[in-house]
């Protein structure tokens, strides 16, 4: 199995663009090719380019969540790629999205009607966790246990027909789950949810223990409200819960979240990535 950072936040190739945003490119041992989240801006596009990677081979593209940061390079995928379908909540559909950190509250989603009327048939929506194939699945949060981030205090929504503006429930994020030979692999861009619950809900879906490893942004980012204690409390229950589990993030998840766990967890847990990086896992 291939995984590539095709845009993240961090860079350290300077012919590669980096922006606030994720896309991620999978490459299964089954033969699929899988793009989970398109950026903001589409430049993830001229990044696989440069990478060698032609998009036309993806067989199925998915979308984490209705944030612009994932969902804004959507439709450059759908220019580049002709056949491709792409999976996302159905909740995301007309909704509008906004976030108020930094104080000024402004709006983080695009228009995704233009995109379903300009490219009918593309669009899959989804309601509920699902296998799309026999080690592929979409899974939505079902468990609501563990904190979820601090930093969803800044973010809102209006659903499509709403006109009040109402505190964020992320019932439209859903993460990508590999089942291999060694445990499930979790890809959770966002991590809305609290990366705890999302392991819960994609383990029991799943239905193992076995998370081989949780690849994503956190949602932690540095002024998000997670204050030391917090973050003890997260490391000592990975830990717990999950020792034998890789971690790999980047994205929204801050300096000072990413060294907390990369000093508090143990010594070959917690991974970085960014833009360009390129993982091989073979099972
Ligand atoms: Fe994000
Ligand atoms: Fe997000």
């Not at 980096?18 to 993830?44: M, N, V, Y």
Request: a negative charge; one cysteine or more.
């Amino acid at each position: 199995m291939e995984i590539i950072f095709l845009i993240d936040n961090r860079l350290y190739d300077k012919k590669l663009f980096s922006e606030h945003g994720l896309s991620i490119l999978i490459k299964t041992d089954a033969g699929k090719t899988i793009l989970c989240d398109t950026g903001l801006s589409g430049r993830f596009a001229d990044n696989a380019e440069k990478l060698g990677e032609d998009l036309q081979k993806t067989d199925f593209a998915v979308i984490s969540h209705g944030h612009n940061d994932h969902i804004g390079g959507l439709e450059r995928f759908l220019q580049t790629n002709g056949t491709a379908p792409v999976y996302m909540s159905d909740k995301i559909t007309g909704s509008l999205y906004y976030s108020s950190r930094g104080g000024k509250n402004h709006k983080i989603s695009i228009d995704t009607s233009i995109l379903e009327s300009t490219f009918p048939e593309r669009i899959v929506k989804v309601e509920k966790s699902r296998w799309l194939s026999e080690d592929t699945a979409l899974v939505f949060n079902t468990c609501y246990k563990y904190p979820e981030p601090a930093g969803n205090k800044f973010l809102t929504a209006k659903s499509p027909k709403g006109t009040c503006e109402y505190p964020d429930d992320f019932l439209h994020e859903m993460s990508l789950v590999f089942r291999t030979p060694k445990g499930i692999i979790i890809i959770s861009p966002c991590s809305h949810n609290g990366i705890l619950n999302i392991a819960e809900s994609c383990r029991k879906f799943a239905g193992t223990n076995d998370i081989f490893a949780f690849i994503g942004g956190f949602h932690l980012p540095d002024g998000g409200g997670e204050k030391e204690k917090d973050l003890a409390e997260l490391s000592g229950m990975l830990e717990k819960l999950y020792p034998e589990m890789l971690l790999y993030t980047g994205h929204c998840t801050g300096e000072t979240a990413l060294s907390y766990l990369s000093e508090s967890l143990h010594r070959g847990m917690m991974h970085e990535f960014y833009t360009g990086l390129k993982i091989f896992w073979q099972f």
